[in-house]
């Protein structure tokens, strides 16, 4: 307690019988009764719980059993009202063993229910102690209670009807007595402050705070005065904790970043708390895996503990043993494993004593003498306020580290969903040379609504895709990834772009409808924006078409940049009815088409047309690699703040040469089979693959045959020469093949059974006016490109 804290208290002094024998300046002006009124008569006037009571000894032990009143303590003012106070009664004894009791109440306004009861209650009779002498005109000691010998080392005998400077002179004790002389002469009940350090009998100084009250008696004249002091070391340590905590306040949270978490609450508690501290967390915490472990009982595995954090007083003095994210060992009898255990801490006022042998049993933490908080400057050891104070601010950096510990969490699921959902590499083939810069908005998870892809087709083709789902995040990320299985899956039926768009709006709708009951939560990617073209490098055609989203840029392998004029189409999702459209170039080889996402192109400075020609500005140099132009491209939206997701993907066509494809058209008869076997292994001869020959001949007349027996017209037989061997068949039947078991007593319905296993994979799909079946082969050697004329 402060002398402040009593400033605008009321002091009253009863009897036994609880009947007023002195009352305050202080008291008149809470209840507005006056010293005359007041002196001579019960308290109970005022303090209607006294009413039940009959004497004072009797209703302090009805407050201390709870029942002393109902609710919070309030006194009666003169006007009938009642005022809810703070209230403390302390015991005194006079010569002879007398009693008097001093009752101090200080207006606290509007209550607040149960736990304000609670909390007077305690603040009644369970505060630490204050010491009270009141002393007559002539600054004799009448009145004395039993916690003023803790304060100065002076006994109640001794002090009683003895001047202040008969028991204590000195200088310092004249001017205390001036003090109170002054009080007594004004008659006020101004409270008068001072700070001095009182001799202790045993122990160190402690710091005192003393404030003086004038005690009036029924004719409003002195009787005497009234002195409180007060201990100020428990509020001194108070506000040094909560300076301290403030600070922590101030600098702890700064950063998301695990590691540095742990650092931060080191660096704080050196000095403040330690010479040497030292912050190990369990690993799952640093790698962002899953809910901290919890530990046992004795005899359990303990956890892996790593270093996060280390700060000596004076740097590599002590040097520790681990440094940071090294794995930190810990004996199952060592503090750590207890305060693991028990989640309590653990103090060790003298390392080694407390504990017995743990240290004993790991000689290098003993010969470092690394625990939680160490003191080696500053001798005095620690104490349970010390622990007090380190669990308070262990407890605002724990939340630090869970902010973190759960970022990290986040981050590392957050990176490996974005893993899962973007190609790790970018399979062109024989198709493309490929190359790809993703920079999400949310650059702290590393996620987004973004993607891009190249999917290999038959023929040696491949499917170019870029799509940019709304937001950005994790939300955005999911429905990214949805999005992207779609179209992964349906590449498989060799669509063209249109009929793909049309399949994937759909779907979109369709999940879309089925998220309207919970809209909140609804992840449907609708409004996302979609490219998707088809590049055939026997043709060098490259087919495209678009939902929502802007053109490629195609740069001509001589420098000119153009945007084709590419029907931009509705969003995914938005069900306008509009049909897709698409549009088919030729292009040369060399060519350098670049996909990419609005985040390129948009500025809030600039308009979109803008972004475009800056970017095919960007790109128009044919000298440098993928990788350096996608550097390059990325680099005014480096710079600037990210508003959205962006994403570059880059491709530069390749074209297979006229002697990687042989192509012939065979009759619809029975010789078609035949002829084709023989065409194929002329031409494997030429191309040096005489060790395939066998099982192609074999694919070609299932095929063959099935064409045959099922379609009308010529039939068409192509040989790609690439990375592997495509054989495809082409017939004027729409339908596509199906693979069945056939029965043992059938003679056909094996042929694709066949076909399955001989090939790497098999396939079909639609082209105008007919289908193609076709089948693809591992090259068994490096082939040659020589000709083989039909």
Not at 324 to 339: D, I, K, L, R, T
Not at 570 to 576: Q, R, T, Y
Not at 609 to 631: I, K, V, Y
Request: proline share 7%; hydrophobic share 40%.
């Amino acid at each position: 307690m402060l002398a402040s804290d009593i400033s605008d208290t009321a002091f009253a002094l009863l009897d036994d019988r609880g009947t007023v024998v002195a009352w305050t300046q202080a008291a008149e002006y809470l209840v507005e009764y006056s010293a005359g009124e007041m002196v001579g008569r019960s308290v109970g006037l005022v303090l209607p719980c006294f009413e039940a009571a009959p004497t004072m000894p009797a209703y302090v032990e009805r407050c201390r059993e709870g029942i002393g009143w109902s609710g919070v303590p309030a006194v009666r003012h003169r006007d009938g009202r009642m005022i809810d106070v703070g209230m403390r009664i302390s015991s005194l004894r006079g010569r002879d063993g007398a009693a008097r009791w001093l009752v101090s109440a200080t207006d606290i306004g509007v209550p607040s229910g149960d736990a304000v009861d609670a909390l007077l209650r305690g603040s009644l009779l369970d505060r630490a102690p204050i010491g009270v002498v009141v002393r007559d005109l002539d600054l004799r000691c009448a009145w004395v209670n039993d916690a003023m010998e803790s304060h100065d080392g002076i006994s109640r005998e001794r002090r009683l009807g003895r001047g202040l400077t008969d028991v204590w002179p000195g200088v310092e004790t004249e001017a205390t007595e001036a003090v109170m002389r002054r009080v007594l002469r004004s008659g006020s009940t101004d409270v008068h402050e001072y700070r001095t350090w009182l001799p202790a009998s045993r122990g160190q100084e402690r710091p005192f705070a003393v404030s003086f009250s004038c005690l009036r008696g029924a004719d409003g004249k002195a009787l005497g005065v009234c002195a409180i002091s007060a201990d100020l070391t428990e509020s001194r340590l108070e506000r040094e904790r909560m300076a301290v905590l403030d600070e922590v306040g101030t600098r702890l949270g700064v950063t998301l970043d695990v590691m540095q978490s742990g650092q931060e609450p080191a660096d704080l508690a050196v000095p403040l708390f330690g010479d040497f501290v030292t912050v190990d967390l369990e690993q799952s915490v640093l790698l962002g895996e899953g809910p901290p472990v919890r530990v046992g009982t004795v005899g359990e595995r303990l956890p892996l503990l790593r270093r996060a954090g280390l700060a000596p007083v004076v740097q590599g003095i002590p040097e520790s043993l681990w440094v940071h994210g090294e794995p930190v060992p810990m004996g199952p009898a060592s503090p750590y494993a207890e305060a693991l255990r028990t989640g309590r801490p653990c103090l060790e006022a003298l390392l080694g004593t407390a504990r017995g042998s743990w240290l004993d049993q790991d000689p290098e933490r003993a010969q470092e003498i690394a625990a939680e908080f160490v003191r080696t400057e500053n001798p005095a050891p620690f104490h349970e306020d010390d622990v007090l104070l380190a669990e308070e601010f262990l407890e605002r950096a724990s939340v630090s580290l869970d902010n973190a510990r759960q970022y990290r969490r986040e981050q590392t699921a957050a990176l490996a969903l974005q893993r899962c959902l973007l190609p790790r590499r970018l399979r062109g083939g024989a198709a493309v040379e490929a190359a790809s810069h993703h920079l999400p908005a949310d650059i702290d998870r590393g996620v987004g609504g973004d993607w891009f892809d190249v999917i290999p087709l038959s023929g040696a083709r491949v499917a170019l895709v870029v799509g940019d789902v709304v937001g950005h995040g994790i939300n955005a990320a999911a429905a990214m990834g949805r999005l992207r299985a779609g179209v992964h899956a349906l590449s498989g039926l060799e669509l063209s772009p249109d009929e793909l768009l049309a399949l994937i709006d759909e779907a979109v709708q369709r999940e879309a409808e089925g998220d309207a009951d919970d809209a909140e939560h609804g992840t449907a990617p609708v409004g996302a924006t979609l490219l998707y073209a088809v590049y055939d490098p026997v043709t060098r055609r490259c087919t495209m078409a678009a939902a929502g989203h802007p053109p490629p840029a195609i740069i001509d392998p001589d420098g000119p940049v153009t945007f084709p004029d590419l029907p931009t189409g509705a969003p995914l999702g938005i069900g306008l009815g509009v049909p897709f459209e698409s549009m088919e170039l030729e292009l040369p080889e060399g060519t350098l088409l670049a996909f990419y996402t609005d985040g390129m192109i948009e500025h809030r400075d600039r308009d979109i047309e803008e972004g475009m020609h800056r970017l095919g500005a960007d790109l128009a140099r044919p000298d440098m690699s993928l990788e350096d132009l996608c550097t390059r491209a990325m680099e005014p939206v480096r710079s600037q703040t990210a508003r959205d997701d962006a994403s570059l993907l880059l491709v530069r066509t390749r074209a297979l040469t006229p002697a990687q494809v042989a192509t012939w058209t065979l009759p619809h008869d029975e010789t078609a089979a035949c002829r084709a076997r023989n065409l194929a292994a002329v031409q494997l001869a030429a191309w040096g693959m005489e060790g395939l020959e066998d099982s192609t001949k074999l694919i070609i007349s299932e095929l063959v045959t099935n064409a045959v027996r099922h379609s009308t017209g010529p039939i068409g037989l192509r040989l790609i020469q690439h990375q592997v061997l495509t054989i495809e068949v082409s017939d004027t039947d729409p339908r596509a093949p199906r693979m069945r078991s056939a029965r043992s007593t059938e003679e056909n319905g094996r042929g694709l059974a066949l076909v399955a296993r001989l090939s790497r994979r098999w396939g079909s799909r639609p082209v105008p006016g007919h289908k193609v079946v076709w089948a693809e082969a591992n090259l068994a050697q490096p082939p040659s490109s020589t000709p083989c004329a039909a």
